[in-house]
């Protein structure tokens, strides 16, 4: 089982970055997929999420109308498109997957800075 991040970087304040989660190893279109960060001394906390075959979402507060989820089943990769980022979105981002078990990517550094 692989959960792989990437699109990570530095970027100014009010700008984009797409993040990508390749999964492998697993039946990825039976799993809930979510977003979390955790910036350097904070906990991890959860961002967004996409279910399985209804694609509902959720979105936490500090993110709502800036982020948005989203998969590609026959890729089995989500994504996570982020917009007017601020320097409290700087964080590390793990995508993770969950239905019977569950598991974690490494993360992808999002760091926004001018």
């Known amino acids: 089982v692989q959960l792989v991040e990437s699109g990570g970087g530095l970027v100014q304040p009010g700008g984009s970055l797409r993040l990508s989660c390749a999964a492998s190893?697993?039946?990825?279109?039976?799993?809930?997929m979510s977003w979390h960060r955790q910036a350097p001394g904070k906990e991890r906390e959860l961002v967004a999420y996409?279910?399985?075959?209804?694609?509902?979402?959720y979105y936490a507060d500090s993110v709502k109308g800036r982020f948005t989820i989203s998969r590609d089943n026959a890729k089995n990769t989500v994504y996570l498109q982020m917009n007017s980022l601020n320097p409290e979105d700087t964080a590390r981002y793990y995508c993770?997957?969950?239905?019977?078990?569950?598991?974690w990517g490494q993360g992808t550094q999002v760091t926004v800075s001018s």
């Open positions: 190893g697993f039946t990825f279109r039976r799993y809930t």
């Open positions: 996409i279910t399985n075959i209804g694609g509902d979402t």
């Open positions: 993770k997957a969950n239905y019977l078990s569950t598991y």
